[in-house]
């Protein structure tokens, strides 16, 4: 009962704080985006930026991970996420007042999401492995060198290779 009290707590911080977060970087991205787009550009391309620029590490983490579990590459959507990432800490830094606590506190949401999303998706599972079997005992020597005896080795036989000219190459394996 402890344990759930814990998990429900700890999933509405996290949701409280990734909403926050968001909310606030989707903003930032939002504005720096309309304050570089020509005039007459709708305000909803900025929400458009602000949703892919800050949804693609998102969804780059879980390729990431799915892709660990399946032993396939992770270059190019860690390209991505470190991209996007890149992105949306831009933006934050652009909107800011240029000071060094300016910067900082503009940069919060984004490092606040982005530590989540991963706090989140690569946190551990609550399926543990099967225990791994217990290593089997050593054998006795002469138990080692009777099964070395009994099992033959395969030699391939060598047999002479003529050349083209008819001369005999000794040593050569055929099969």
């Given at each position: ?12 911080i ?46 780059a ?10 032993g ?57 492995p099967?225990?791994?079997?217990a ?29 083209p ?11």
């Amino acid at each position: 009962m402890k344990e759930r009290i814990e998990s429900l707590a700890l999933a509405a911080i996290l949701t409280t704080v990734a909403v926050a977060a968001g909310w606030a970087s989707f903003t930032h991205v939002h504005d720096w985006t309309m304050r570089h787009t020509p005039a007459g550009t709708p305000d909803a391309f900025g929400w458009v930026n602000a949703v892919i620029s800050e949804l693609v590490p998102v969804a780059a983490l879980l390729t990431i991970k799915r892709r660990r579990r399946t032993g396939e590459p992770i270059g190019y959507p860690l390209a991505l996420l470190i991209a996007a990432g890149t992105l949306s800490l831009s933006a934050q830094l652009a909107v800011a007042q240029p000071s060094p606590s300016g910067w900082l506190l503009s940069a919060v949401p984004a490092l606040a999401f982005m530590a989540l999303v991963k706090l989140i998706f690569t946190g551990t599972s609550t399926n543990t492995p099967p225990a791994a079997p217990a290593p089997a005992a050593v054998a006795a020597p002469a138990a080692k060198e009777q099964a070395q005896v009994e099992t033959p080795v395969a030699v391939a036989p060598v047999r002479p290779i003529a050349r083209p000219n008819g001369v005999p190459v000794i040593g050569q394996v055929t099969r």
